[in-house]
């Protein structure tokens, strides 16, 4: 390929698209561009083959880094003089430090709290009087389950939760809205290691449904995640980013698995910056029943609508049988629990009318199913022999 052949946008699609298993073939350092002694960071994420997949960053990386997740915090309405309570997962996971450096960018005084610890997270928030949160979607969940259990809630002063890391939809948001009270917005933040970390994009309270792309660092597009080909705005299909200032580790055309589309130009006054939709899943995470193609965050949705159901489920892939089967396991709120036959009939026909397959519902009382304190939760199990995999 002639690289002067390349000189606009228009010309990004006649590159070749780049995936994670370039990063996975090019392990450990091979796909690092800068001699390493002018590198000053290295984070990693796990990898389906066992070798996590390295990500590298040079001094002027972590500044954009730092930049972008400063823009994030900012458009969420964070203010300078702001306790940021962090509580996004820290070490080579690039969750923690990414808002960390965002936040001290913006002028916060970070508190770096990291997940997990239920009980000092709940203590810091009130003893500090923190107005923002940083954390994944169902951990903030069960930290405001927590404190309204122990009688905090009301002494709690948060007003915003930047939420990301894991896919979420408007009936989780609701649903977190609903249970920290007091005008509590949850927001979303996007990003991937492989690009950067959080920051590649963030949503805005007068916006809410977008996302707005920092693409004067990430270049977005939309491809056919079964052809490749690129499609044009408005059209659903799979994100792809080119970065434009990393140094460490640029990539091209990178495809990230999610599934968004490119809004219309639009949104508030004097914004500039491309407008995706909030994901609706991951490529890999579709899984195929009988011939349809069902989403995780699709059975989520239906489950966060209904009033009996509470937050906390999972989804299991049952493939002892031919043609593999759908259930799902969630826990009733308190108000429902004499009524799980009648609530499961309910959600099993709204299952079917939405998703057009016949999905199996338990439902179990309030508490029974493990909670995740710390990382991305788990929704989706697979079911090979007679052991149940949400067993323990």
Known sequence: MDP???????DLPSLPLTAKADLRDNYRLGMVLTPMADTTRLHASSGTSGKPTIVVYTPGDLAIWAEVNARSLALAGVRPDDILHNGYGYGLFTGGLGLHYGGERLGCTVVPVSGGNTALQLQLLEDLGSRVMSATPSFALLLAERAREQGLLDRLSVEIGILGA??????????????????FRALDIYGLSEIIG?????????????????????????????????????????????????????????????????????????????????????????????????????IESVLMDDPDVGANYAIVIDRRVSMAELRVRAELTAGAA??????ARRIQKLLLERIRIRIGVELVPEGSMVRTEAGKVKRVFEQTDDNDPLDG
């Not at 939809?169 to 005008?183: C, D, P, Q, T, V």
């Open 338 to 343: 004499d009524r799980p036959d009648e609530a």
């Open 166 to 183: 894991e896919p979420w939809s408007e009936g989780m948001r609701a649903r977190i809205e609903s249970a920290w009270g007091n005008g």
């Open 198 to 298: 959080p920051g590649v994009a963030m949503e805005a309270p007068d916006d809410l449904g977008a996302l707005n792309v920092f693409d004067d660092h990430f270049l977005p597009e939309i491809i056919d995640p079964d052809t490749g080909d690129p499609l044009p705005d408005g059209e659903w299909g799979e994100l792809v980013i080119t970065t434009l200032t990393k140094e460490a580790m640029p990539v091209l055309r990178y495809r990230t698995g999610d599934i968004t589309r490119i809004l219309a130009e639009g949104g508030t006054a004097g914004r500039h910056w491309t407008r995706i939709a909030r994901l609706t899943g991951r490529v890999d995470d579709m899984i195929i029943i009988r011939g349809v193609n069902v989403y995780p965050r699709e």
């Open 4 to 10: 002067g052949s390349i000189r606009s946008v228009a």
